[in-house]
């Protein structure tokens, strides 16, 4: 099982990116689908994850600049992020969980934030 991650890059402040990451190989049935990120120096955080049921759950500090999404049939979540700031820079990384505990990490894509 392989998740592939794209997306990422440079962007400006205010710019947007979308980020996709597709689960590729025998999967047990996903259900939770989320995205972590990372910067320099600091630990791995929650940025947001989807249920299978279509809950969400944000990062208080991308509240109402990021929207995650998912589309079963493909194994693939989605991240579209707006007004992008300098301290959303960081090493993004998608990861799944299946409803047999069974989880997956996903190689990171950089996303850079330039002011």
């Known amino acids: 099982v392989q998740l592939q991650a794209s997306g990422g890059g440079l962007v400006q402040a205010g710019g947007s990116l979308r980020l996709s990451c597709a689960a590729s190989?025998?999967?047990?049935?996903?259900?939770?689908m989320a995205w972590y990120r990372q910067a320099p120096g600091k630990q791995r955080e929650l940025v947001a994850d989807?249920?299978?049921?279509?809950?969400?759950n944000y990062a208080d500090s991308v509240k109402g600049r990021f929207t995650i999404s998912r589309d079963d049939a493909k194994n693939t979540v989605y991240l579209q992020m707006n007004s992008l700031k300098p301290e959303d820079t960081a090493v993004y990384y998608c990861?799944?969980?299946?409803?047999?505990?069974?989880?997956?990490w996903g190689k990171g894509t950089l996303v850079t934030v330039s002011s």
């Open positions: 190989g025998t999967i047990p049935t996903i259900n939770v």
């Open positions: 990861y799944t969980r299946s409803f047999n505990n069974f989880a997956v």
């Open positions: 989807i249920n299978r049921g279509g809950s969400t």
